[in-house]
């Protein structure tokens, strides 16, 4: 039970992350990325509604961005984690 909880805090670590990158980005690039991706979805999946195609490429862009920039990997975090109750 405790891993799990650890997994959920490591995520949101994570999450917390990669929307610091995401607010970081200048809103033209960031709408240049998901006019990307939109268009992508489009030629695969034309007959979804508008809103499902925009939180599958808001996703995609996220993936990408979680991809590209450096997060402390699960050991570390839980390394850290049990540094932080030492003290």
Do not use: H
Not at 27 to 51: F, S
């Amino acid at each position: 039970m405790q891993r799990v909880s650890l997994q959920q805090e490591y995520e949101r670590n994570c999450e917390d992350e990669i929307q610091a990158r995401v607010t970081s980005i200048p809103p033209d690039a960031y709408c240049a990325l998901l006019d990307r991706e939109l268009r992508q979805l489009k030629t695969q999946w034309n007959n979804l509604p508008q809103t499902t195609l925009r939180e599958i490429a808001e996703a995609a862009v996220r993936r990408r961005i979680r991809s590209e920039i450096p997060l402390i990997s699960f050991e570390d975090f839980g390394a850290r984690d049990k540094q932080a109750t030492l003290f």
